[in-house]
């Protein structure tokens, strides 16, 4: 199994190759209309689940920290872990579950329906056709979602805390400010680009490895998804020991 | 018993030359150093037992299956040897009809026939709608099938718009695989003839795998059979006396019969 998706990954590296040598390859309407599909669409679930988490934090921050009157560094419980880990953590394995799911089912769909097969022997590559504008369109929506999860949860904790606090809107933003430095965000947006490219490579390489029946699209969409956020998990790990060795 | 079943070795210049293809997965030996000549101009059928390897031979002669052993050449060029542009160029001189038509499912008629196109020429977009006017009219399709979705077309009328596509950059050579099967004895009848009639009138080459053996008697000028993971190739009338238990089986048996195959 790793073997042949590292196979797929030097397929996928090439075709990227030479879409960077001919721009003019790319599929742009494809691109765009999966950024819709997986990005603007996803932007109620993404909201709404990022905002309660704030909310979540919130409480459980101001809860545990009440005991040693240091409630007011549930400001910084929320921000580091909202924009360290969870914002992105989440919206990753929101997307897995959404759009690697989706692109395991279309392309497996199409390949029951041997229209990758009609594809190749028209001279189309389906790495080119189908795997490229995912893989774009997700690695361009996924940091930009989990902006968009940064900011709404933090909203929703800024609203629980202010109200258990009974703080003014200013003096958060003040804590806030002196609680973390701006790298604390950076250090959750930077891993976007690698999930998505993660859970889109799986979505495309699960895809394409359907055969013959619609039960095997089944299994591998839920294969898919469960290898996705595996493997997200891995990188976020290796992402920590990363930024801890180097000091972030 | 192989020298009469390959009367044909040797052929001069054909549409297809297959030399001692070797087809496997995993253990299971599919073809055995398969020969097969296909003639220019002619119509050939393919006929074997389910899993015998009709559709392996149909994808490897079109590159969509990588054969273990030996050599195929189409059009007089070996296909392994070519670079990929000449591959690509080889390419434009077949066409390939896969069972259900395979068309895109996210595109309207139209666009399915334009893929073709779009990919190998730069037609201007009056042109564009006009070729692809014409390929819907020549497979027998009404004008409005053009802007309607695979999945609002029969069986029938896919199968139809997958050959309009198929046609859609003038080929040489069309592949078909199980081109009647799932359509009822008329539509079956009506799609026959409309292959003969765009084979006569088109100069095609046909390589046709089937079950049906309406379409044999019908339309087929030579017939392969796989057997015994090789073929044996004639006519329908030199199959009917053929001695392999099989041949006599498929030829003689109560639906050949009902086919009129058995005169």
Redesign the interface.
């Known amino acids: 199994m790793a073997r042949n998706l590292i196979a797929f990954l030097g397929l996928v590296t090439i075709a990227i190759g030479r879409a960077i040598r001919h721009p003019r390859r790319i599929r742009v309407t494809a691109v765009i209309a999966n950024m819709e599909r997986s990005g603007f669409n996803a932007l109620p679930i993404v909201g709404l689940l990022s905002f309660l988490i704030g909310v979540v934090l919130a409480y459980q921050g101001v809860d545990q920290l009440t005991r040693f009157g240091a409630e007011i560094f549930s400001i910084n419980l929320l921000a580091v872990s909202m924009l360290r880990e969870i914002g992105v953590l989440m919206t990753a394995i929101l997307i897995a579950g959404r759009s690697g799911s989706a692109f395991t089912a279309q392309i497996g769909t199409m390949k029951v329906n041997q229209e990758i097969d009609a594809m190749s022997t028209l001279g189309l590559d389906p790495i080119e056709v189908l795997v490229l504008p995912r893989i774009l369109a997700l690695v361009i929506t996924l940091p930009l979602l989990v902006f968009y999860s940064d900011m709404l949860g933090m909203l929703g904790g800024a609203i629980a805390l202010m109200l258990l606090l009974d703080m003014s809107p200013t003096q958060f933003l003040i804590q806030l400010n002196s609680a973390i430095p701006m790298g604390t965000f950076w250090v959750g947006i930077i891993k976007a680009p690698f999930f998505a490219f993660a859970i889109a490579l799986i979505g495309c390489y699960e895809g394409l490895r359907v055969s013959g029946s619609a039960e095997s699209v089944g299994r591998l969409t839920t294969q898919s998804v469960v290898e996705a956020i595996f493997l997200v998990l891995i990188l976020d790990a290796g992402f920590s020991i990363l930024f801890s060795s180097i000091g972030i | 018993m192989t020298a009469p079943a390959t009367p044909d070795t040797g052929e001069k210049d054909p549409a297809i030359r297959v030399r001692g293809v070797v087809n496997k997965f995993g253990e299971t030996v599919i073809h055995d150093g398969l020969d097969l000549d296909v003639r220019r101009g002619e119509v050939i059928g393919v006929v074997g037992a389910s899993g015998a390897g009709k559709s392996v031979l149909l994808?490897t002669i079109?590159?969509?299956n990588h054969q273990a052993e030996g050599s195929i050449e189409v059009l007089g060029r070996d296909v392994d040897r070519l670079s990929d542009d000449e591959r690509?160029a080889l390419?434009?001189h077949?066409g390939?009809l896969?069972?259900?038509g395979?068309?895109?499912?996210s595109m309207t008629v139209a666009q399915n026939i334009q893929?073709?196109i779009k990919?190998?020429l730069d037609l201007r977009p009056d042109l564009l709608a006009e070729v692809t006017a014409l390929k819907i009219a020549l497979v027998g399709l009404p004008p409005d099938a053009a802007v309607k979705y695979p999945s609002e077309l029969s069986g029938g009328m896919r199968k139809r718009a997958?050959l309009a596509?198929a046609l859609a950059l003038d080929p040489d050579i069309l592949f078909l695989d199980e081109p009647t099967a799932g359509l009822d004895p008329i539509g079956a009848a009506a799609f026959d003839s409309l292959i003969r009639n765009l084979q006569q009138a088109l100069g095609l080459t046909v390589f046709m795998v089937t079950h049906d053996l309406d379409s044999l008697t019908a339309i087929c000028d030579r017939i392969a059979v796989l057997v015994d993971k090789k073929v044996i190739v004639g006519t329908l009338s030199s199959l009917l006396r053929h001695e392999h238990p099989w041949i006599r089986e498929y030829f003689h048996g109560p639906r050949a019969r009902a086919a009129g195959a058995d005169k």
């Open positions: 994808r079109v590159g969509l690509e390419r434009r077949w390939v896969f069972q259900d395979a068309l895109f499912s893929v073709p990919q190998f997958g596509r």
